[in-house]
């Protein structure tokens, strides 16, 4: 059974603990390695100071990437508040274009999402990793029920194309 691995906290302000951040996360994707665990990382970029520096963000993305290939593991990085999607895809399309070990988890509460999706897909470049995920949030679909309409819509998109097009992980608390 595989697992992904993650440290809570985000908001980091600053580029000293966002090094720290980015030091823990380096330590467990060692001992992902050493001790062959079956698992990937998943971070979220305001937690390794997106806001104190996007392109410091950037390579701390790029060298956890990096340690997540050479332990055999993979880098998710996940979507946060809505007014982190535009900077967050971009992060992504900057370490897929140099690491095939990095995918991005998208939320079906985002009203944007589908059209997100979408983009990813028709890019040019590795074929995208996405997560989807139900969540509820500011700039989102208020009702439950809407939300898990467009996971469902999302879910199906993706699973008729061929793998080489997108290979979704999905996560929900909805059974059905």
């Given at each position: 059974m595989g697992s992904i691995l993650t440290e809570l906290g985000?908001?980091?302000?600053?580029?000293?603990?966002?090094?720290?951040?980015?030091?823990?996360y380096l330590g467990v994707l060692e001992k992902i390695q050493r001790r062959k665990i079956p698992a990937h990382v998943s971070i979220k970029l305001t937690h390794l100071g997106l806001e104190a520096s996007?392109?410091?963000c950037v390579q701390d993305v790029l060298k956890l990437a990096a340690r997540a290939e050479q332990a055999r593991s993979f880098l998710w990085i996940d979507m946060?508040?809505?007014?982190?999607?535009?900077?967050?895809l971009e992060v992504y399309r900057r370490a897929k274009a140099e690491w095939p070990n990095v995918g991005v988890c998208?939320?079906?509460y985002l009203y944007r999402t589908a059209k997100d999706l979408e983009g990813l897909l028709t890019s040019p470049g590795d074929s995208p990793r996405q997560?989807?995920?139900q969540r509820a949030g500011g700039r989102a679909m208020p009702r439950k029920r809407d939300v898990d309409a467009n996971y469902r819509q999302l879910a199906s998109g993706c699973l008729p194309r061929p793998a080489a097009a997108a290979k979704p992980v999905f996560g929900t608390h909805d059974l059905r």
């Open positions: 985000e908001q980091v302000t600053n580029r000293a603990e966002a090094a720290a951040v980015r030091d823990h996007q392109e410091g946060e508040e809505s007014r982190y999607v535009d900077a967050t998208l939320q079906a997560r989807r995920v």
